[in-house]
T-cell receptor
Framework: NAGVTQTPKFQVLKTGQSMTLQCAQD?????MYWYRQDPGMGLRLIYY???????DKGEVPNGYNVSRLNKREFSLRLESAAPSQTSVYFC?????????FGPGTRLTVL | AQSVTQLGSHVSVSEGALVLLRCNYS??????LFWYVQYPNQGLQLLLK??????LVKGINGFEAEFKKSETSFHLTKPSAHMSDAAEYFC???????????FGQGTELSVKP
């Protein structure tokens, strides 16, 4: 039981490049989430998926897209990376009343 | 809008001293409340949660928190700090069983020898 896994762990992009962050969970949870963490701002919700086949915007969705590929996988895509997207990205999955977090992806956009 | 406020972005205590990390939420509806801990370069780990059962909640690593509805607070305490408690702590709130979490800004705890 690996919990929530994320790939890659680290990534450096140039402005304008695209990339996809991968997330998978093996706990059979319906809900999955993507957050970004920036100093002094806590975690802010980018997108979430309440169940397979559905996605909704969170607090800071601009510049991102998501895909809920199946119940296990929820990917986050940056189509044209900007320096303001330099951050640490966390994926989470959720049974009632709790969230389990992945180890994070540290992204730098130059 | 619902919000969570953590008083103090940085708290420093001596080893063996009391740890008190403050969290207040804004809501007229009783929420579900959580404390998460994040060690350097790691993801978030659940410390404890309040889900409308006992108002004093005990968590892992000797931490506990008390839900005070009259003060809209959920402060985290530990009687005696250990060096291994140095980490960032996040308070979070959810307003229904399947709802999204709203996080506070985080409090970084330093423990001095």
């Amino acid at each position: 039981n690996a919990g929530v896994t994320q790939t890659p762990k680290f990534q450096v992009l140039k402005t304008g490049q695209s990339m996809t962050l991968q997330c998978a969970q093996d706990m059979n949870h319906n809900s999955m989430y993507w957050y970004r963490q920036d100093p002094g701002m806590g975690l802010r919700l980018i997108y979430y998926s309440a169940s397979e086949g559905t996605t909704d915007k969170g607090e800071v969705p601009n510049g991102y897209n998501v895909s809920r590929l199946n119940k296990r996988e929820f990917s986050l895509r940056l189509e044209s990376a900007a320096p303001s997207q330099t951050s640490v990205y966390f994926c989470a999955s959720k049974p009632p009343n709790e969230q389990f977090f992945g180890p994070g992806t540290r992204l730098t956009v130059l | 809008a619902q919000s969570v406020t953590q008083l103090g972005s940085h708290v420093s205590v001596s080893e063996g001293a009391l740890v008190l990390l403050r969290c207040n939420y804004s809501s007229s509806v009783p929420p579900y409340l959580f404390w998460y801990v994040q060690y350097p370069n790691q993801g978030l780990q659940l410390l404890l949660k309040y889900t409308s059962a006992a108002t004093l909640v005990k968590g892992i690593n000797g931490f506990e928190a008390e839900f005070k509805k009259s003060e809209t607070s959920f402060h985290l305490t530990k009687p005696s700090a250990h060096m291994s408690d140095a980490a960032e702590y996040f308070c979070a709130v959810s307003y229904n069983q399947g709802g999204k979490l709203i996080f506070g800004q985080g409090t970084e705890l330093s423990v001095k020898p």
